[in-house]
């Protein structure tokens, strides 16, 4: 197996054509691994055609109950397809089970599709629907205006349409990649123009001939690698007023409490809730004391 070389040298086309030339001398290992994975994705398409989403419940779609529902599986079963680990179940817009502090098991649902679990569920698989509508159609816009998260999104693209779409989900990776095998790209593209970008690119290069899109992703990776986990920095402004939903989507912590945990990004949010009277906060230069913590703050 060829040895992976620095990335700080992939911007050389020559570097870039002995990784193709090596990375081909083990096709047949590569080629055999997609076969057993391309049998995972079909039977997942086939038990999830049009009809049988349309026939879903929140019972068979949701994570949180087993390991045969539409969410469980996609995300578990077919994880080396694209993994979606990491990221809140709130991703598949309804899902059961606790919600932050709150441990209470339930129905838990994403505030647009509203707030009865059923009702959700329609509008979700609507959702699915016209999303694989919309690809069938190569109608870019209608995905782009998808009610469905973008990794969720980008997950049922990757498994439904296998030959158009990455299963990479990640802008932070699609940057990394483009970079490092030195494209260019507008500041203002998006996921779905990155992956494009790629995908061009690697039709492009001699030696990729039998390559599909899986193949491609199993090169990225194991031969141009990853980017370095990096330090999480919000992008707030000091002063800013936030809604519990804001700060679930950009600190990733539950929705109760004056303390939150986000194990995700390694952080304590300490909650300053000016709407009630359990505390006040005092300012000394840059930093906030607490200096009246009533126990009525915690969740009760």
């Not at 940057?175 to 030195?182: A, P, R, S, V, W």
Request: proline share 3%; glycine share 8%.
């Amino acid at each position: 197996m060829m040895k992976r070389v620095p990335w700080e040298v992939f911007m050389d086309k020559e570097i870039l054509k002995k990784l193709i030339t090596g990375f081909n001398a083990q096709m047949d290992k590569v080629k055999a691994d997609e076969g057993r994975l391309e049998a995972i994705r079909a039977q997942f398409v086939r038990d999830y055609s049009v009809v049988n989403i349309q026939n879903l419940t929140k019972e068979s779609y949701c994570t949180g109950l087993g390991k045969t529902t539409f969410c469980y599986r996609i995300e578990n079963e077919l994880k080396e397809l694209g993994d979606m680990h990491g990221s809140y179940a709130s991703k598949f817009g309804l899902y059961y089970g606790k919600w932050g502090e709150d441990k209470k098991k339930e129905y838990r649902i994403v505030p647009k599709f509203g707030d009865d679990p059923d009702a959700a569920m329609e509008k979700i698989k609507q959702a699915i629907i016209e999303l694989l509508i919309a690809a069938n159609n190569a109608d870019e816009e209608s995905i782009r205006d998808s009610r469905l998260s973008q990794i969720f999104r980008s997950k049922i693209l990757g498994t439904y349409y296998p030959d158009k779409y990455l299963n990479i989900y990640s802008e932070e990776h699609l940057d990394f990649f483009l970079k490092k095998i030195g494209i260019a790209v507008d500041s203002e593209a998006d996921l779905l123009e990155k992956q494009k970008v790629l995908i061009n690119w690697m039709k492009e290069q001699p030696g990729t001939e039998s390559w599909t899109l899986l193949t491609f992703e199993k090169f990225l990776y194991e031969q141009i690698g990853q980017p370095k986990k990096i330090a999480f920095k919000p992008e707030v402004e000091m002063g800013a007023t936030l809604s519990n939903n804001d700060l679930h989507e950009i600190f990733g912590v539950g929705n109760m409490g004056c303390m939150r945990r986000s194990q995700k990004n390694n952080l304590l949010l300490i909650v300053s809730d000016h709407t009630k009277s359990f505390y006040e906060d005092k300012w000394y230069g840059d930093v906030v004391s607490r200096e009246k913590i009533s126990a009525g703050c915690l969740p009760g």
